[in-house]
């Protein structure tokens, strides 16, 4: 039998077979007893037995899977479940529920090991907790004195691609479109000024001070570029030109892993680890794709496997219409609160932007993506993108008789989405977010490490929900 199939549809298949095994047996002892019969007996009473058998006999056996089902298929799911949760994703989840009292020790046996086996990772956390607080510390320590020097500070790898981003570089990058890690500067910046100031920083390999333009040529920066050993540069924008105040706080933003630029590949051989994603949702007027029109986004960005902080789209927007009572009723959104808001068209093309290059992730995706769709000729994009449903991988890990919704998913992976923020498009973007970054280990634990092995086993769950990636990817 195909180990793809789940155990609770194996266990059913077993009883199946069981049962049409037993009539089979049945019906020919029948016919063999009756045409040994002498003289011949009529088939009638013979005919009535078989199916008085069949169907007693498979009555019985649907009784006796369910209870099984109840008793034992579906505790082992639940038990190798959360197992998977605790080994990979470090969600402490009770193993030994009344509903594993039928399986004996088996359950105590599993949390007993699993618990001996994370004692020692637990001391092993500890220490790396301690060195990343220290190393947090270091990092404001940085922040501060980086917000008193004048200048917006950008670290770019060799690809030409943003490695780290100060708070001053932020406002910067954002006055021309929505600032992200990995994004080529090329998005940001005039590309014939760009490619003349990395010529002229190739031939010199030192320091340079040049303007670049952005896109549009409206906006004029003084920059300086910094060579850096690994054939990257420090791109350093003087701050004292710009509409940026000086003495706002810096965080920064950076992923240093982008240092090493790894080399291309097609998305479906991409390992899920290294996937550059965007969680996002939407608050609407109404349940209708193709009636009803957004009125909020949240938006959230994920590289090599962790939310990236400070990288979020949080907008309201204006559907042109008054927004439902009923709909109020559950987002608490009102006409006050899209008044002035940007239209769905200008929100559609930043946020196309903030995904470029990304796999869009959302609960429920078909629903949310339909209405960026429905607009791309307006807004002159293409809603192309990979895509993952947290739906659809929620099945994949836990099983398709779970339930999917958000707060459940949430609730198994130990996830908190504060009651304020439910119902709202960036909080129920972040929860995407912050489910998708522990449902990766527990998808590469179950042998998924690629977005095309992953997309192949989702497409199996159609039936839940449609996987909108197309055959190729």
């Avoid at 270091?138 to 691609?161: D, F, G, K, M, Y």
Wanted: with cysteine; charged share 20%; aromatic share 6%.
């Amino acid at each position: 039998m195909s180990p793809r199939l789940g155990l609770r549809l194996r266990i059913f298949l077993f009883f199946c077979l069981s049962a049409a095994g037993a009539v089979a047996l049945a019906g020919a002892a029948l016919w063999f007893g009756w045409s040994r019969a002498d003289p011949a007996l009529p088939a009638a009473p013979f005919l009535t037995a078989f199916l008085v058998f069949a169907l007693l006999n498979t009555g019985l056996l649907v009784g006796v899977w369910l209870l099984f089902d109840e008793n034992f298929a579906k505790p082992i799911e639940m038990i190798s479940a959360n197992l998977r949760l605790r080994a990979h994703s470090g969600v402490d989840k009770d193993l030994c529920p009344e509903s594993t009292k039928y399986l004996g020790d088996l359950a105590p046996a599993a949390d007993a090991v699993t618990r001996t086996l994370s004692a020692g990772v637990m001391d092993t956390a500890a220490q790396v907790a301690r060195e990343t607080e220290r190393l947090r510390t270091e990092t404001r320590r940085l922040t501060s004195l980086l917000t008193e020097i004048p200048v917006a500070t950008i670290l770019v790898n060799p690809a030409q691609e943003i490695v780290l981003y100060d708070g001053q570089a932020a406002d910067i990058l954002r006055q021309i479109a929505p600032p992200r890690l990995k994004a080529p500067l090329g998005d940001y910046f005039d590309a014939a000024s760009l490619a003349a100031a990395q010529d002229q920083l190739t031939r010199t390999g030192a320091e340079i001070s040049t303007d670049l333009h952005d896109h549009s040529g409206a906006r004029r920066y003084k920059v300086r570029l910094k060579p850096l050993g690994e054939g990257g540069y420090m791109l350093l924008l003087d701050t004292q030109e710009t509409e940026v105040d000086p003495t706002k706080a810096r965080p920064l933003v950076y992923d240093f892993a982008l240092m090493d630029t790894a080399q291309a590949c097609d998305i479906l051989d991409a390992p899920l680890n290294t996937l550059c994603c965007v969680a996002f949702d939407t608050e609407t007027t109404g349940l209708s794709p193709a009636e009803d029109r957004v009125i909020q986004l949240g938006a959230v960005r994920i590289l090599n496997g962790r939310i990236v902080e400070g990288e979020v789209i949080d907008t309201y927007v204006d559907p042109g219409r008054p927004i439902p009572p009923a709909s109020t009723n559950i987002h608490r959104i009102t006409d006050d609160h899209v008044r002035n808001a940007p239209d769905f068209d200008t929100v559609g093309r930043d946020f196309h932007h903030f995904a470029r290059e990304a796999v869009l992730v959302a609960h429920n995706a078909p629903f949310d993506i339909a209405f960026f769709r429905r607009s791309a000729d307006r807004m002159g994009v293409t809603w192309d993108h990979p895509v993952l449903d947290t739906v659809l991988l929620s099945a994949v890990v836990f099983g398709t008789t779970a339930d999917h919704s958000l707060d459940a998913l949430c609730d198994r992976l130990g996830v908190t989405i504060p009651p304020e923020m439910r119902h709202t498009a960036l909080g129920d973007a972040q929860a995407t977010a912050e489910a998708l970054v522990k449902l990766i280990p527990l998808l590469q634990g179950k042998g998924l490490r690629t977005f095309g092995q992953v997309i192949a086993e989702t497409k199996r769950h159609g039936r839940l929900i449609q996987d909108l990636n197309t055959p190729h990817g």
